[in-house]
């Protein structure tokens, strides 16, 4: 089983769409969290920190829940620049991070 | 430089050669990261170094991977006797702390 996992989509959704990406982590020690965004052929790019009491960022929501060591990340009123891989990353506290596989998003018109 | 800096950006190379892929990271970041990725996955953690010193490095996936970081700064991933399976994208990362981490633009590796 993989330290990270996520569904891998393709989530395929119309312009002004909800959608909700979920990641489970299996390491309980596990001390922060992040979302990250890859475009085709690009580095992975911080999308946002993940905070247990929840966190917005415009369109963007992120949730933690320690306890089922489950981390969501919520994208209202999709736009086309939306699509792209979502990717879910825990960091231990010695350091090391470790990401999902990735879950990817395509916007359509 | 601004970012994170990975030279070469492409790299093909003979089944069975040796390569070196370098990593430059943001001025006075202590932490720096090897990561590779294949089509259709995440980041595959490699080794992690906390200033010169390698503090993680259970990624790497067999004696032909090393890596170095002799001044605490550049980093040199260094590949011997290269097989068809080590072609990937080789991401490089730096952290200023709090396990956010800046990668480079990746030395895309491919043995023939």
């Known amino acids: 089983r993989k330290e990270v996992e996520q569904d891998p989509g393709p989530f395929n959704v119309p312009e002004g769409a909800t959608v909700a990406f979920n990641c489970t982590y299996s390491?309980?020690?596990?001390?922060?969290f992040f979302w990250y965004r890859q475009d085709c052929r690009k580095e992975p790019k911080l999308l946002m920190s993940?905070?247990?009491s929840g966190n917005e960022d415009g369109r963007f929501t992120a949730q933690l829940n320690r306890a089922s060591q489950y981390i969501s990340l919520l994208i209202r009123d999709s736009k086309l620049s939306d699509s792209a891989t979502y990717l879910c990353?825990?960091?231990?506290?010695?350091?090391?991070?470790?990401f999902g596989d990735g879950t990817t998003l395509t916007v359509k018109p | 430089g601004a970012g994170v800096s990975q030279t070469p950006s492409n790299k093909v190379t003979e089944k069975g050669k040796y390569v070196e892929l370098r990593c430059d990271p943001i001025?006075?970041?202590?932490?720096l990261y090897w990561y590779r990725q294949s089509l259709g996955q995440g980041p595959e953690f490699l080794i992690y170094?906390?200033?010169?010193?390698?503090?993680?490095d259970s990624g790497l996936p067999n004696d032909r991977f090393f890596a170095v970081r002799p001044e605490g700064s550049v980093s040199t991933l260094k590949i011997q006797r290269t097989e068809r399976g080590d072609s990937a994208v080789y991401l490089c990362?730096?952290?200023?702390?709090?396990?956010?981490?800046?990668f480079g633009q990746g030395t895309r590796l491919t043995v023939v």
């Open positions: 001025s006075g970041h202590t932490a």
């Open positions: 390491n309980s020690a596990s001390q922060s």
């Open positions: 990353v825990v960091n231990t506290n010695a350091g090391k991070s470790t």
């Open positions: 990362a730096s952290s200023p702390g709090q396990g956010i981490v800046f």
């Open positions: 170094f906390q200033g010169t010193g390698a503090a993680d």
């Open positions: 993940v905070y247990s």
